[in-house]
């Protein structure tokens, strides 16, 4: 694992690029969320970053991420990013604050259920996927209406937004389409009840083309913390 002096030069680095694409797109570098991904980074680590000042912290395992969570500061705001499944939902909800990989209706009424017992509004962006690739996870983009329009009747879910994992191509340029599409999506759901507040698309490898295409929530994991073993 990398030492705290890397990790603080990878920061610089990243809040470098993201202001450069933030000002491309004509937005302030402060309305961009970089949200930190942990998975395989161990707690110390995550603590340096914390430290250095990252307050958003996104996980893909439930098991690993409780096992973690417990140790770091309850200041840290906590993002759920991987596939999560119904029976998991119960454990996820006290612990995390966003949960942005919702990818079925099944879930968001598993979701619904599990809120209303524990009197919570839950907070979810609908996964998208914009590829329509078979190895993943999320509503095709022509679901995406219809689906929001059956969540807006949810009390104890509440969707704040689009997420999406674009294709992986090694030319981050290739992925602008994608990029763009997704934010077309999102500026045109027009559904009473849903504000969509934020666009969650862009990991290390193309985090830039993303923030230039509309994204307010990058995630990145390798960029901060090196490659994943
Ligand atoms: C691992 C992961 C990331 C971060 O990936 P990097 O390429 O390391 O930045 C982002 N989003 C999701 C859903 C992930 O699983």
């Known amino acids: 694992m990398p030492a705290a002096s890397v990790i603080k030069s ?12 933030a000002s491309k797109r004509g937005v302030s570098p402060g309305e961009i969320t970089l949200v930190a991904v942990t998975k395989t980074v161990p707690v110390d680590v995550i603590g340096v970053a914390h430290a250095l ?14 096992t973690k969570i417990e140790f770091l500061p309850p200041d840290i ?25 919702l990818d ?3 879930l968001a009424g598993v979701i619904e259920k599990e809120g209303k017992k524990n009197n919570k509004k839950v907070n979810v962006l609908l996964q998208v996927n914009i590829g ?20 807006a009747d949810y009390r104890n879910l509440k969707v704040l937004g689009l997420m999406a994992v674009a ?7 290739e992925v602008r ?23 969650s698309m862009g990991m290390s490898n193309d985090f830039e083309v993303a923030v230039e295409e509309g994204a307010n929530v990058v995630r990145l994991g390798s960029a901060l913390f090196g490659e994943r073993s």
């Open 10 to 21: 990878n920061l610089e680095q990243i809040r470098e690029r993201l202001t450069r694409a």
């Open 53 to 66: 000042g990252i307050n958003d912290f996104g996980e893909n395992r439930v098991q690993e991420a409780l």
């Open 77 to 101: 705001r906590w993002h759920f990013i991987g596939h999560l499944q119904t029976n998991k939902v119960r454990i996820v909800l006290p612990v995390f604050d966003l949960i942005h990989s």
């Open 104 to 106: 079925s209706i099944k």
């Open 132 to 151: 329509a690739e078979e190895s993943k996870y999320g509503f095709k983009q022509e679901e995406v209406s219809d689906a929001l329009g059956e969540l």
């Open 167 to 173: 294709p992986f191509l090694p030319d981050p340029e």
């Open 177 to 199: 389409p994608y990029f763009r599409q997704l934010y077309r999506i999102f500026k045109n759901v027009k559904i009473p009840g849903i504000e969509m507040k934020y666009l």
